[in-house]
């Protein structure tokens, strides 16, 4: 932002410039003057950086562009009747994610757990050696790096993840409630305040809490219904349509303005 934003400032570069702000409390690091215009997941959003002093016909609470692969329609009845559980790996490392693998080996339901380890083939290799023997053939499945996730995300009752801006947008296209177990100071603290407030997700306070959590989500489906609600009406529009015909009208509106200048 503000290598862009100094550019633009030296007159070195003239073209449009577009904050997209991937978490929820927006933050100093997401603004400078020189931008045209801010699209945020959602309006509370838009109010975090209306409250920093940018004007409102500005920001454009569109939602955070994703991949169309995750507008995927859950199916109803799922082939496993067993609760599904999607870890995301993310930062959390081998401590943190063996230990919530760890913990669910003791939850008294039939599970089913998937784990995305992505590019970290260490952790890849630790989690098969050191838990896989807790578990089932069907009810372990420890991947890498995968094209999969919407399909995984669609497959899912919940998603136990760090609250990082994109997985938490992806998590919310596919209306997946999410399970908090860390989260690094700062912004991904504000991501899982707001989400945990606005009924979207669950925290941890303990390690040790994560079965009563399972237990209880798996034992009211009322509570998942309505957390699925609660995220149809924080998640936006997340339309890669609209966040388009903004960049054209303002490449359009650009271009006005130095024609004008010019004559």
């Given at each position: 932002m503000a290598v862009i934003g100094k550019l633009k400032e030296n007159e070195i570069i003239d073209i449009p410039f577009i904050s997209i702000v991937t978490d929820?409390?927006?933050?100093?690091?997401?603004?400078?003057?020189?931008?045209?215009a801010y699209i945020t997941a959602s309006e509370y959003t838009k109010t975090t950086?209306?409250?920093?002093?940018?004007?409102?016909?500005k920001v454009f609470p569109f939602g955070i562009p994703?991949?169309?692969e995750f507008y995927i329609t859950p199916k109803e009845t799922k082939e496993d009747s067993n609760f599904s559980i999607l870890?995301?790996?993310?930062?959390?490392?081998?401590?943190g994610i063996g230990a919530v693998l760890k913990e669910l080996t003791n939850n008294k339901n039939k599970l089913k757990v998937t784990v995305v380890c992505g590019n970290n083939k260490e952790l890849y290799d630790n989690l098969n050696d050191k838990y896989l023997p807790y578990y089932g053939k069907d009810e372990l499945n420890i991947l890498g790096f995968t094209n999969e996730v919407p399909k995984l995300m669609s497959e899912a009752d919940v998603i136990i993840s760090k609250p990082g801006g994109l997985t938490v947008s992806?998590?919310?296209?596919?209306?997946?409630?999410?399970?908090?177990?860390?989260?690094?100071?700062?912004?991904e603290e504000e991501n899982s305040e707001f989400l945990i407030n606005a009924g979207a997700a669950i925290s941890m306070d303990d390690i040790e809490n994560l079965n009563e959590i399972v237990d209880k989500l798996i034992?009211?489906?009322?509570?998942?219904k309505r957390m699925k609600s609660n995220i149809e009406k924080i998640s936006g529009t997340n339309s890669i349509e609209e966040i388009i015909e903004l960049a054209d009208k303002i490449i359009e509106r650009r271009r006005c303005e130095k024609e004008s200048t010019e004559k």
């Open positions: 929820f409390k927006a933050h100093y690091a997401y603004i400078d003057n020189n931008v045209d950086l209306m409250d920093r002093n940018v004007p409102e016909d994703v991949k169309k870890m995301m790996s993310g930062s959390m490392g081998l401590k992806e998590a919310l296209i596919c209306k997946l409630p999410l399970i908090i177990p860390f989260a690094i100071p700062g912004q034992e009211n489906p009322e509570l998942i």
